[in-house]
């Protein structure tokens, strides 16, 4: 990164504005949200490919600087919809990985050798009944549902994101958080997910 404390060099626009003409300035924008992309790609397509498409989408998003929006200050949903796009074409092993997804945080439970057998077990079974439920959603249902649910993004920068109406954002989620509930309903991944379903 090029020097001085990122904060004094002014919001996303105003960097990417200036390294039109600098272009190592452009460093600053990568500090400030590649983790963010990187959280996000890892839980669409998995850790090594997300480790090749972060690079890919800052990548493309240096290529496409000089028509960034500069009245946007925050750069994290034009990141998201690059990635986003980036995730869309590599769907098909998208849909793979998601029934391998660890979506369930790591073991907590404790030492005993049975307790740790039957929570891997339990933990599988409810990864795949997820994972079964995400992949059967349309493809667009499922990029809402998962920059709402995971990234946090509100609904108008969901709509930034992949360059939609906010009204399209709000039927989306209101669809793939009806099928999963259909989907997951009296099995035990209802109660654990039961947070990405909630209502706003």
């Given at each position: 990164m090029i020097g001085g404390d990122a904060r004094a060099l002014g919001g996303d626009a105003s960097v990417i504005e200036r390294s039109v003409t600098e272009p190592e300035r452009f460093a600053v924008v990568f500090d400030r949200h590649a983790s963010h992309i990187h959280r996000y790609l890892a839980?669409?397509?998995?850790q090594q490919a997300a480790d090749d498409l972060v690079?890919?989408?800052?990548l493309t998003a240096f290529r496409k600087r000089s028509r960034y929006d500069t009245s946007h200050?925050?750069?994290?949903?034009?990141?998201?919809?690059?990635a986003t796009n980036l995730v869309g074409q590599h769907r098909r092993e998208e849909l793979r990985r998601y029934r391998l997804a660890q979506l369930v945080g790591p073991d907590r439970f404790g030492a005993d050798h049975a307790d740790r057998v039957l929570a891997e077990v339990t933990s599988q079974s409810i990864r795949a009944l997820l994972g079964d439920a995400l992949v059967g959603l349309a493809p667009g249902d499922r990029d809402v549902l998962l920059l709402i649910a995971f990234?946090?993004?509100t609904y108008e920068e969901v709509a930034r994101a992949l360059d939609i109406p906010v009204g399209t954002v709000r039927s989306r989620l209101h669809r793939a958080r009806s099928q999963l509930r259909e989907a997951l309903a009296e099995t035990?991944?209802?109660g654990t997910y039961e947070e990405i379903l909630s209502n706003d």
């Open positions: 839980r669409r397509v998995g690079g890919e989408t800052f200050p925050d750069a994290r949903p034009w990141l998201y919809g690059i990234e946090e993004l035990e991944a209802m």
